[in-house]
């Protein structure tokens, strides 16, 4: 991060822009500045589930047991999207919980959702070995060449 931005982007919460503030109080929060913490945390408990997946994935360089609680609470959303997001920003904070989600969107009766759970889930650190073995086998191109780049990961 850049501290000599702090200054900077404090002036941008201000902003006649939703999007800007937003960005704003994201980046100071990534940079220890709490100034924009308030903004964030009122869009964590907003009823909008938009809004509330926004603030999780800039909150999510400090992922607290409320940053979490806020996470957890999307994987439950109607939006299968919303879902997805939620299994990602997990995968390294509770993989038990990220697996569970992916493996319900893998039988998703829409196959785009299907493919973005595999391919998230061959991109993932909570895929094992098996699983990725699996998509070497049956996945789809895209699923094979992301699950093979996670082996190699996983390899050297």
Do not use: C
């Amino acid at each position: 991060g850049r501290p000599d931005m702090i200054p900077h982007l404090k002036a941008l919460l201000n902003d006649q822009h939703g999007q800007v503030r937003l960005a704003a109080a994201g980046a100071l929060f990534r940079l220890g500045d709490t100034s924009g913490e308030a903004l964030l945390r009122e869009l964590a408990a907003s009823k909008n589930v938009a809004e509330r997946r926004a603030a999780a994935m800039l909150m999510s360089s400090r992922a607290d047991e409320a940053w979490k609680s806020l996470v957890r609470s999307l994987a439950t959303a109607p939006d299968p999207t919303t879902r997805l997001e939620a299994a990602k920003l997990l995968a390294e904070h509770d993989p038990e919980f990220a697996i569970s989600i992916f493996n319900t969107l893998r039988t998703d009766e829409n196959l785009a959702i299907r493919e973005e759970a595999d391919l998230a889930l061959a991109q993932s650190p909570v895929s094992g070995f098996q699983m990725l073995r699996q998509y070497l086998r049956t996945g789809t191109g895209l699923v094979k060449v992301r699950a093979a780049a996670r082996l190699l990961v996983i390899t050297r």
